[in-house]
């Protein structure tokens, strides 16, 4: 976690080099292509404001290096992001980009292994004997109910995985961590965006 102040103030600078950079790239950019280079410059600053901000020196947080690495994942935004971090700040996100998806594809495959074996019969076989037995001595509601807020848990773990950069490889207490650290710093994202419109914004009469 990172001091709220020092988070913002780094924020800030950084929000206002890339939206500079962001500037400077977007002479040639239609409508849409602007908007995606203002999402992404904010996103950007953000990840490296907490990084600067964090109390322990060089390090960072889980969601700010999958936020960074997600977008360095797209071609497109290698010129922009080169502008705003520098060609070595790039190319470190490009490689954990990289690193990122191979961990992806083996998950994948450990998927399809695990689901193999439970479509050969044999889990399915220890499964029925196991429900059997809890039946035989009673406690078949009760296991059921622990089944069921089991399952409910793992539904909404899986929700707030997918919604945090870098959740999928999240457990447990550093999955909420991660998830409050995340939150805090999108509130003064949505924060500063918005003082930053209405300095923008012309007075009228």
């Not at 029925?128 to 539904?155: D, F, I, P, T």
């Amino acid at each position: 976690m990172h001091a709220p102040r020092k988070f913002r103030k780094a924020f800030m600078a950084q929000l206002l080099v890339s939206l500079r950079a962001a500037g400077q790239a977007s002479k040639s950019m239609g409508l849409w292509e602007r908007r995606d280079a203002v999402r992404l410059s904010s996103d950007v600053a953000m990840a490296l404001a907490s990084a600067r901000a964090r109390s322990a020196p060089r390090s960072s947080a889980a969601w700010a290096r999958a936020l960074v690495a997600r977008h360095a994942a797209e071609r497109r935004n290698e010129a922009l992001m080169r502008r705003i971090m520098g060609g070595a700040g790039y190319e470190m996100a490009a490689a954990a980009a990289a690193a990122a998806r191979s961990r992806k594809e083996e998950r994948s495959r450990r998927i399809v292994r695990r689901s193999r074996r439970v479509c050969s019969g044999s889990a399915g076989r220890r499964r029925r004997v196991s429900l059997a037995a809890a039946a035989a001595s009673g406690g078949a509601v009760r296991c059921s109910a622990m089944a069921a807020a089991r399952r409910m848990v793992k539904a909404r773990l899986r929700v707030l995985r997918s919604l945090v950069p870098g959740g999928e490889a999240l457990r447990g207490l550093s999955l909420l961590s991660e998830t409050l650290d995340y939150v805090v710093c999108l509130k003064t994202q949505v924060e500063l965006m918005q003082c930053l419109c209405k300095g923008s914004r012309p007075k009228l009469g």
